[in-house]
């Protein structure tokens, strides 16, 4: 990668653009991120509460990757002239053990994911086969499931729903 | 910035982490910080209050035990229902067994093997009654998430569904599991009867060693003990850990586990 960003500064190419967050810590229990015009509060790494003030950090993960979903899938919809009726996604995980994550003494494995799933549901007035394409394209354009899949079990799927 | 009392507890399930959240804030707001530390099983926590690595432990039944065995200490606290459970014999009402005495030859399901109300406390008034496992009678262990010394109730739980099921002629329960049970539809209560009780038992202490400064302690039991029910910050934390009161510690309530485990030879023997 060094090499590529260092060949492409020597041929005059522009460099590969870099997304940035800024994060500050708060003193209530939370930071907030801040990238480009946006800021957003995030709570713990992990939570076990019913109920909290801002989400964890590993919901945003799975927020993240069903957005990028439904947004991939909107575009490549849009891409084929498929009207969409309805566009949804639900999306969990499985930390290989989250007591990691809180400190526990004695316990063993690692607090990062092991596995996450992911449906999208989609309603729209397009036959199977197109929608199928649709499907694909979103997945071949992902930067969330490219990235998650080469370090986790990643399964998604799409669902038709009439 | 004052150093935090360091407390130790076992997490058995991860509500024990929201548990000690809200404990943590509550302690912080009164001025008296402190700090939990987690540990994944009871050896470990016991072990981190004799090296001096927390200032209080919060113990089961056993674990209070060992370290009170290991090095001079004081149960500081405990909650109100802590004092006084029980462990019930269940046997199904259609088997024909009325008595202790009729397990003789039978199979009796338990908790996991360091369960204090679900395996050791019931198996010693077995052998009251004369009936040893292995000799007696066969005894069917469920032996899951050993080293929470049966918190989680999941052994207990399986030992009750292997009664119903008929693999087992009796099981064994703390008194609350078993009425909770009998009400939330896990058993029929028109099936079950209660073959024997034990004796009187508690459960749970803060545990502190004899060198812990009583001006600590004080201070720590001054907040403690000011948490009430009524305040819905608390009710929340109460609820899960299951109390309403929490109350002095005493040591009074531990002779029946203390016979069941130097009958079974339970630390001897690489517990268990």
Redesign the interface.
């Known amino acids: 990668m060094l090499r590529a960003v260092s060949e492409a500064r020597q041929s005059g190419a522009p460099e590969p653009p870099t997304w940035t967050a800024r994060v500050r810590w708060s003193n209530d229990r939370h930071a907030t991120a801040y990238a480009r015009n946006h800021a957003f509060p995030v709570g713990a790494p992990v939570s076990?509460?019913a109920t909290d003030a801002h989400p964890s950090a590993v919901e945003y993960l799975l927020g993240a990757l069903g957005g990028d979903l439904l947004g991939g899938f909107a575009r490549a919809a849009e891409r084929r002239a498929v009207p969409l009726d309805a566009l949804e996604a639900s999306v969990s995980g499985r930390l290989n053990n989250?007591?990691i994550a809180?400190?526990?003494?004695?316990?063993t494995g690692h607090p990062g994911f092991e596995e996450i799933a992911a449906t999208l549901y989609v309603s729209a007035d397009a036959d199977d086969p197109t929608l199928q394409s649709v499907w694909q394209a979103t997945l071949a354009a992902s930067p969330l499931v490219h990235t998650l899949q080469r370090c986790l079990d990643l399964h998604l799927e799409m669902k038709i729903v009439s | 910035m004052q150093a935090p009392i360091l407390v130790g507890a076992v997490?058995y399930d991860?509500?024990v982490?929201?548990i000690w959240?809200i404990i943590k804030d509550f302690f912080r707001a009164q001025g008296c910080p402190i700090d939990y530390?987690?540990?994944?099983?009871y050896e470990?926590q016991v072990e981190?209050l004799l090296a001096g690595h927390i200032h209080i432990a919060w113990n089961s039944p056993l674990a209070w035990l060992d370290a009170e065995r290991r090095a001079p200490c004081r149960a500081i606290a405990m909650r109100d229902t802590d004092r006084d459970r029980v462990s019930r014999l269940l046997a199904r009402k259609n088997s024909g067994i009325g008595r202790v005495e009729d397990l003789r030859g039978k199979t009796v399901a338990t908790g996991a093997k360091d369960s204090p109300q679900a395996t050791l406390i019931p198996l010693g008034l077995l052998e009251r009654h004369g009936l040893l496992p292995g000799r007696d009678f066969m005894l069917r262990r469920h032996d899951l998430l050993v080293g929470k010394h049966g918190d989680h109730v999941g052994g207990e739980l399986e030992a009750l569904k292997s009664l119903l099921r008929g693999e087992s002629d009796a099981c064994a329960v703390l008194d609350l599991n078993a009425e909770r049970w009998l009400s939330d539809g896990t058993a029929d209560p028109g099936q079950i009867t209660v073959l024997a009780t034990t004796d009187a038992f508690d459960h749970c202490n803060f545990t502190v060693l004899e060198s812990f400064p009583p001006d600590e302690e004080a201070r720590w039991k001054n907040v403690l003990f000011a948490m009430r029910y009524d305040n819905p910050d608390h009710r929340e934390m109460m609820d899960m850990e299951g109390l309403k009161e929490w109350l002095p510690g005493r040591t009074s309530g531990y002779a029946a586990l203390g016979e069941a485990v130097t009958r079974q030879r339970f630390f001897e023997e690489g517990k268990g």
């Open positions: 076990f509460r989250p007591l809180v400190g526990v003494i004695g316990e | 997490v991860p509500k982490v929201v959240d530390v987690f540990y994944s099983n470990l981190a």
